[in-house]
T-cell receptor, first 110, second 111 residues
Framework: SQQGEEDPQALSIQEGENATMNCSYKTSINNLQWYRQNSGRGLVHLILIRSNEREKHSGRLRVTLDTSKKSSSLLITASRAADTASYFCATDAGGFKTIFGAGTRLFVKA | EPEVTQTPSHQVTQMGQEVILRCVPISNHLYFYWYRQILGQKVEFLVSFYNNEISEKSEIFDDQFSVERPDGSNFTLKIRSTKLEDSAMYFC?????????FGPGTRLTVT
């Protein structure tokens, strides 16, 4: 798989449920970031986690990072219809190059 | 809140024509980036720019592409001779150190 691969590719849940998306990567990283993209729109930065961090919270978002498994997860708690979007992880292996995964399309049903 | 802006929002051009996509990064940021996203596909890194020179570029960023910071505020991406496969959303981003702020994108349609 390529650097920054998310799974599942698509996720459909009911409002109020939690949504978990996973990301795997191949090379060593300095940090990993999660972005949201609403259909046809730009990317919105959600959260950055550094390679020496294991968990980070921001509002309803919780990100974990396991560098031994080269994986990260994004948990959105108590999802809302407005959370419907595509979610991408992006890895920064150093230098000035950021690699995005293919994304998870989340659909939250009201 | 400061934001990255991009113009135009949509550009239609004929194959073989030159296009310039414009971006105004956040004013105190030092690092600038261009990405593209072909419809339905992942966001692909094109190039990063720091201290008035290219820091890194991808294999996509061939001789048809160039970037410039012509003044203290604008950051441009030029495609010299567009091809049909250049049709995509082009995103500009800027950052201070880690967190990149993205613009809304320019949709380029090559006919």
């Amino acid at each position: 798989s390529q650097q920054g691969e998310e799974d599942p590719q698509a996720l459909s849940i009911q409002e109020g449920e939690n949504a978990t998306m996973n990301c795997s990567y191949k090379t060593s990283i300095n940090n990993l970031q999660w972005y949201r993209q609403n259909s046809g729109r730009g990317l919105v930065h959600l959260i950055l986690i550094r390679s020496n961090e294991r968990e980070k919270h921001s509002g309803r978002l919780r990100v974990t990072l396991d560098t031994s498994k080269k994986s990260s997860s994004l948990l959105i708690t108590a999802s809302r219809a407005a959370d419907t979007a595509s979610y991408f992880c992006a890895t920064d292996a150093g230098g000035f190059k950021t690699i995005f995964g293919a994304g998870t399309r989340l659909f939250v049903k009201a | 809140e400061p934001e990255v802006t991009q113009t135009p929002s949509h550009q239609v051009t004929q194959m073989g024509q030159e296009v310039i996509l414009r971006c105004v990064p956040i004013s105190n940021h030092l690092y600038f980036y261009w990405y593209r996203q072909i419809l339905g596909q992942k966001v692909e890194f094109l190039v990063s720019f720091y201290n008035n020179e290219i820091s890194e570029k991808s294999e996509i960023f061939d001789d048809q592409f160039s970037v410039e910071r012509p003044d203290g505020s604008n950051f441009t991406l030029k495609i010299r001779s567009t091809k049909l496969e250049d049709s995509a959303m082009y995103f500009c981003a800027s950052s201070d150190i880690y967190e990149q702020y993205f613009g809304p994108g320019t949709r380029l349609t090559v006919t």
